[in-house]
C-alpha cells in the first residue's frame, strides 16, 4: 500500500521559536489536542495559541482567521498526529500558509520556554466567543 505524500509544511524548534519569540509577525498558534489530552497536560499550551481540539477546526478555524493567515498547528509531541490530521484538514479547506510543528508541547516545555497553561486562557478559543466555546 501506498502512503499519501505529505502536502503540509513542519516548522522547527528554532524556527518556531523565534517567530514567537522575537518577531513582530507572529504566526497564529494552535493547539489541535482532544480535550481528553489537553485537559490531562492542565491546559499547557505555548504562548500565545489558541486551543481548537482538531475534531473542531474546520467549524472554528474559518470564523475566526482568513485562509492566507499564518497558522501553526501543534499538539503533544513527535508522537502525536493530531496536528499532522489538521494541516491537511486546513489544505483541504483552502488554508495556503499552514505549518506542522511536531515537536509540540514537549519539546517547547523540555527547551525551557515559556509555556501557558489553561488557567491563564480567556476561552477555549484564546477568547473568542464567536467560536463556539460554551
Known sequence: ???A???????T????KEKVLHSHHTPVL?????EESFQKSNG????????IPNAEVDRK?????????????YCSSFDCTASEKAAEKLQDMGYTNVHVYKGGVKEWKEAGLPMETNQEMSGCCGG???CGCD
Open 1 to 3: 500500500m501506498q502512503q
Open 5 to 11: 505524500t505529505t502536502k503540509f509544511h513542519t516548522i
Open 13 to 16: 524548534l528554532n524556527d518556531l
Open 30 to 34: 494552535i493547539n489541535v489536542l482532544s
Open 44 to 51: 499547557l499550551r505555548l504562548p500565545g495559541s489558541y486551543w
Open 61 to 73: 478555524v474559518p470564523l475566526m482567521f482568513s485562509k492566507n493567515k499564518e497558522m501553526v498547528v
Open 128 to 130: 473568542t466567543s464567536s
